[in-house]
């Protein structure tokens, strides 16, 4: 099963390595990786969705806690939660492609970044099911690159994820 994993940690050099050494370490995978600083800035919020049943998330957040940097661990896919990733898609568009791009365009809620007589760059945001969804429905032959900033999240309602 699919989780995404939101820590609060310590804003310092190698925490990240750290994190990413203990996944290493144990074999376990990871899906996507985002970190930013947040409103403090001595935390960054780490979200990391990464897959496996009910022991592996466990042993996974049992070996995040123990990590010095984390000052908070939440698996939001226990919650009602929000989730949101962005997406560039570079695409061949000429003629009646670029005109069934337009239209997907409108029906994703996405937008032209870039126009070229023979590209568009696509800016799709959304939750990981929609993306992947814009993805499958395109010509194979007209996607030239495609760019994931890999998923983030955070808890409905008043809930924070803070000290």
């Known amino acids: 099963m699919r989780h ?3 820590v609060l940690m310590e804003n310092e050099a190698g925490a990240l390595s750290r994190v990413a050494g203990l996944f290493s ?3 376990f995978n990871i899906e996507s990786l985002t970190v930013a600083p947040t409103q403090d800035p001595t935390l960054s919020r780490m979200t990391i969705v990464t897959t496996g049943n009910d022991s592996v998330i ?3 957040t049992k070996q995040l806690n123990k990590l010095i940097d984390v000052v908070k661990l ?3 896919t226990d919650s009602s939660y929000l989730e949101r990733e962005l997406m560039l898609v570079k695409l061949y568009a000429v003629g009646e492609v670029r005109d069934e791009v337009m239209r997907l365009v409108d029906i994703y ?3 032209i970044l870039d126009v070229s ?3 568009l760059v696509v800016e799709v945001t959304g939750a990981s ?3 992947d969804s814009f993805l499958s429905i395109l010509k194979k032959d007209a ?3 495609v760019v994931r900033s890999g998923a983030t999240g955070v808890a409905r309602g008043e809930k924070a994820l803070t000290v």
């Open 117 to 119: 007589p023979t590209t």
């Open 58 to 60: 466990e042993q996974i």
């Open 143 to 145: 996607v030239i690159e």
């Open 74 to 76: 939440v698996d939001l």
């Open 109 to 111: 809620r996405c937008k």
């Open 129 to 131: 099911k929609k993306l």
């Open 4 to 6: 995404i994993i939101s």
């Open 25 to 27: 370490a144990r074999n």
